[in-house]
């Protein structure tokens, strides 16, 4: 995004043992991409009421990158820059129904009692890689990366989740989750899933302040602290 500096390493601080959680989802539909983040982000806000929001995952269909800052930019006329994270998508859901085009969902988790560290890596090198022809190269990096993703989350005996969000496909989405797994895990939970928002388009995953770029990873660790 213009003007905004790269940052690829978010940290949320000061969570509490007896700490509280809250979440909330919010949508709005507008052919104006701007007036739709901002009008979903207002409702978000409005909901979490005083809660301080630790994260907001965003999820959007837009058609090309213009639009999709103007999302961003929307958004983040209502709520912190650094919190906010997403992807493209077909069109998102929530309880009040499923918006097509032109549409942006958000889902926010706050309260003290829960921390969420994220890491992104902007582009791995990858978009005019093919399993059929480059399967040991793809390899590679799709491991590296995931494994670089998850050494730059600070690790701690409270966490509890690891959500990724790649530019991809499977299987090339094994081979990143394969990365994540040696730095967390056999047994650390970690779900995720492919941003995209239609073959055969620019695809992306967006992440604010960073330009859009193909092939961008993105992980999210959400902890909690234990309460004896």
Known sequence: MAGCAVKETYVSYHVRSDGSMATGVASAQNTD???AGRQAAETLQERMGQTPLRIVVLAECFEGRDQKKQ???GVCSVLPRDIVFG???Y???AQQGCPDLDSVSLLGIAGDGIGVSASLQPNLGIADLTME???AELTERLRTGGSGLAARIPRTDNDRLMVIMADAHSPKNQLLL????QVMGKDFSITGGSAN???GQER???RLNTSHANNTYAVLCFKKKKHY
């Open 33 to 35: 991409p701007f007036e």
């Open 71 to 73: 999302v961003l930019n």
């Open 87 to 89: 992807f493209s998508t």
């Open 91 to 93: 069109g998102s859901f």
């Open 133 to 135: 022809e480059n399967e």
């Open 178 to 181: 394969e990365g994540a797994q």
């Open 197 to 199: 928002k239609s073959a």
């Open 204 to 206: 992306k995953s967006t």
